[in-house]
């Protein structure tokens, strides 16, 4: 997990992350094309506005939780939005709900322990504070404003066990649900290969 200077701004924190990321000046939230990282290769995406506008608390989520860019990282990240929840933020949702479905294959235990972390704290998609706000604040004054500075606790409730499970079989469904309609395709198409 990566730890940022709590004293310092959000603002200089993304600059860091951005670097760190090699995501360029800006994050990539002027680029045409998003990318996710898959293995050694990276696969393109529309930069669409809904993207970029989640992609701003996106990036800043990363600062507050200390979860990293690359793949458990991201897992970790989107168990802990979908928890925290991601409002009106429809594309935050779905590509949320698609990394942590591939988390839980590949990284169950800290996709558990993020969307635990996330059932008790919140997060910028609610705008708890605005974004232009947000970026001025110091790392550690807004991660205490979005209850991320409190020990976590192992103590789980039937709730949040039950929101976990509900929440990782519509993950499971969103992850799967491209590659059963790839195989669709691909069946219907059959009749060319014969």
Known sequence: MAIYDSAQTVNKSLELYFIKENLGEDGGLNDAWGRIKVWKFYIPIPNIQARKRALVFHDIHHILTGYDGDWKGEVSIGAWE???????????????????????????????????????????????VPQ???VQMQV???????????????????????????????????????????????????????
Not at 141 to 152: I, S
Request: proline letters at 2%; hydrophobic letters at 50%; charged letters at 15%.
């Open 82 to 128: 979908v928890a925290s929840g991601c409002g009106k933020y429809y594309v935050a949702w779905y590509l949320n709900l698609g990394a942590m479905g591939v988390g839980l294959f590949i990284y169950p235990r800290s996709v558990f322990n993020a969307f635990m972390r996330g059932m008790r704290t919140e997060n910028l998609y609610h705008h708890t």
């Open 140 to 194: 550690g004054e807004l991660q205490k404003k979005l209850k991320l500075d409190r020990d976590f606790q192992h103590n789980f409730t039937v709730g949040e066990l039950f929101s976990f499970l509900s929440w990782s079989v519509v993950a499971f469904a969103v992850t799967l649900a491209p590659l059963i309609l790839f195989l669709l395709i691909l069946k219907s198409f059959a009749w060319l290969l014969h």
């Open 132 to 134: 232009e706000q947000a």
